[in-house]
Nanobody, 125 residues
Framework: QMQLAESGGGLVQPGDSLRLSCAGS????????LAWYRRVAGKERELVAA????????FYSDSVKCRFTISRVNAKSTMYLQMNSRKPEDTEVYYC??????????????????WGQGTQVNRSS
């Protein structure tokens, strides 16, 4: 059974870069398609990026395209989200998610089989 744990959140300034990590359960990690969601205070949780089981196919929402990069290293059971040129949202919580499929097929309203607990990113003053 897959379990997920995010890390890497913290204080950032607009324009800064930040990399989030999502550690999954070894032994099953490569059998899952993965995704990053985020929730901005006062808004609905949205799908940010998704990646296929082998990393060959990726998806990005229009709001982060060309600024964020999703990747995974199955040998380390870890997924990443490299965020560049961050926009000045006050507080965001990023969640990683997993489905036991080769490719991610859901959007913002999709309910993944597994969620991480979330990692928070705050804008520094």
């Amino acid at each position: 059974q897959m379990q997920l744990a995010e890390s890497g959140g913290g204080l950032v300034q607009p324009g800064d870069s930040l990399r989030l990590s999502c550690a999954g359960s070894s032994g099953v990690f490569s059998a899952y398609a993965l995704a990053w969601y985020r929730r901005v205070a006062g808004k609905e949780r949205e799908l940010v990026a998704a990646i296929s089981w082998n990393g060959a196919v990726t998806f990005y929402s229009d709001s982060v395209k060309c600024r964020f990069t999703i990747s995974r290293v199955n040998a380390k059971s870890t997924m990443y989200l490299q965020m560049n040129s961050r926009k000045p949202e006050d507080t965001e919580v990023y969640y990683c998610a997993a489905d036991p499929n080769k490719y991610w097929s859901g959007g913002t309203t999709h309910r993944p089989s597994t969620w991480g607990q979330g990692t928070q990113v705050n804008r520094s003053s």
